[in-house]
């Protein structure tokens, strides 16, 4: 029996302590949570000064487990990110870890380094492992990567490959507060700069709920609706190239989670249709004439949805 109640007590706490800091954002925070239990990671973009780094910084605090966090700059090497040897003048050497070393890592403005430091984070966040002159040293679990990135084109940015893209679990916006939540910031500035980060959870209970988690059942007529809306995508023509295997782990994992978090031993087809587009929107690429035409990976997405038939409840 899955023990549903567990789960969602360990939602709203972190839901709870990380308010105490972002005023907002429910859905990135919902997007942390699942991937956290998922064992994935996060993509947060956005325009700077919209709480990514905060946001982030809050989710690895109340999670406890070790953080480390990496400022991506343009001069950055591999080495600084997954470590090196250090060598003596006698002959000897010792290894100097990373800061990839840790349960949660920050990858702080991402696209902000160059293409041979951001594939230094490709091995650990696919095999949980680096693998320095020929030695593979493995992380400990749970591992997770939240990475910010700014918007493309500004100023000193790389864009992210698509095999790094599709090393992300899920991907979300992180856009300007609301008017009534800038209010709430501002009223409340003084008590959120001295509010501090306190771990309501620790790496054992994470581990717990990731193995409780496998056991929501998800039926063959949902796995079947979200394999068609994968290859759907794959055979639309107005996409390039569409979403990987990745994307229906990623939908079958997530959709899993978010169950539980809302109280289900089942995966209902609304949990595919909430979590398809930080799911799979950030693995499609538009043919670059229907681009040229307004067309959107998100608009594409959403038609599909609309128009593959939602499979009826079994009985």
Avoid: W
């Avoid at 907002?24 to 991937?35: D, Q, V, Y």
């Avoid at 990475?147 to 095999?163: F, H, I, S």
């Avoid at 990987?244 to 087809?269: H, M």
């Amino acid at each position: 029996m899955v023990d549903i109640e567990k789960i969602a007590r360990l939602n709203q706490k972190l839901r709870d302590q990380m308010s105490q800091i972002v005023v907002g954002k429910e859905n990135i925070k919902e997007s942390l949570i699942i991937a956290l239990i998922a064992g994935g990671h996060v993509l947060i973009e956005g325009m700077p000064g919209t709480a990514k780094t905060t946001i982030a910084k809050t989710f690895a605090g109340v999670i406890g487990g070790e953080f480390k966090r990496i400022q991506f700059t343009p001069d950055m090497m591999p080495a600084d990110v997954t470590g090196f040897y250090l060598y003596s003048p006698d002959g000897t050497s010792r290894f100097v870890p990373g800061p990839l070393f840790a349960n949660v890592i920050l990858a702080d403005e991402l696209n902000r380094t160059t293409p041979r430091t951001q594939a230094a984070l490709l091995e650990s966040m696919q095999e949980y492992q680096i693998t320095i002159d020929r030695k593979t040293y493995p992380l400990t679990r749970p591992f997770m990567v939240v990475a910010t990135q700014v918007g493309y084109g500004g100023e000193g940015t790389y864009p992210l490959t698509d095999v790094q893209i599709d090393r992300f679990l899920l991907r979300v916006v992180s856009d300007y507060p609301t008017k009534e939540e800038e209010i709430r910031m501002i009223s409340n500035l003084d008590r959120i700069d001295e509010s501090g980060i306190a771990a309501v959870t620790n790496l054992d209970e994470i581990k717990e709920i990731q193995d409780i988690v496998k056991q929501v059942v998800v039926t063959p007529a949902v796995i079947d609706y979200i394999t068609t809306l994968v290859t759907e995508l794959r055979d639309s023509s107005d996409v390039q190239s569409g979403p990987s295997s990745r994307a229906t782990i990623a939908l079958f994992r997530c959709a899993r989670v978010l169950a539980a978090l809302e109280g289900r031993n089942f995966v209902i087809p609304d949990d595919v249709k909430h979590l398809a587009f930080p799911a799979i929107e950030h693995r499609i690429r538009i043919k670059p004439e229907a681009e040229m035409d307004g067309l959107t990976p998100h608009m594409v997405l959403e038609k599909l949805l609309e128009q593959i038939p939602v499979p009826k409840p079994e009985v």
